[in-house]
């Protein structure tokens, strides 16, 4: 397991490149349950994932920043939402939300304001849906 690996050589690594090699691990491990999750078809289970990853992301990789802190933190409870982390490059990127479609557009009148008075910033926001992902074209 690359997690023990990680764990039995700490005392070899600052606590920095530990908390980078713990999380890359654990993201391993959390991307490989998040396809099981999504081939049964689970979207709980990969929302909580998102919510992890966004958390070794925070406080391990330390890549986050606090408008998008912010954003998943007033998603975290919300019943219409399953998951939510930063994604893109980080440091101030953006959100991505899992989020039942009857309430996308409650969820952003809700926050919108909320975030313009906390981070000073409007609240944009792009509507996704998956797509069939890698596949050959012919």
Do not use: W
């Not at 908390?19 to 391993?28: A, Q």
């Not at 939402?81 to 893109?88: N, P, S, T, W, Y």
């Amino acid at each position: 397991m690359p997690i023990t690996m990680v764990q039995a050589n700490r005392s070899r690594l600052s606590a920095e490149v530990y908390n980078r090699c713990l999380y890359v691990t654990e993201e391993i491990q959390r991307t490989l349950a998040a396809c099981e999750d999504l081939k049964n078809g689970d979207l709980a289970a990969f929302g909580l994932k998102m919510f992890a990853t966004h958390e070794g992301l925070r406080h391990l990789y330390e890549v986050s920043c606090i408008e998008l802190d912010f954003l998943v933190d007033a998603v975290r409870g919300e019943a219409a939402v399953l998951g939510a982390r930063m994604m893109g490059g980080g440091f101030g990127g953006c959100t991505i939300n899992l989020v039942h479609k009857d309430a996308v557009d409650v969820l952003h009148k809700k926050l919108a304001p909320v975030y313009q008075t906390t981070m000073q910033h409007q609240l944009g926001m792009y509507m996704v849906v998956t797509g069939e992902g890698a596949h050959v074209v012919e």
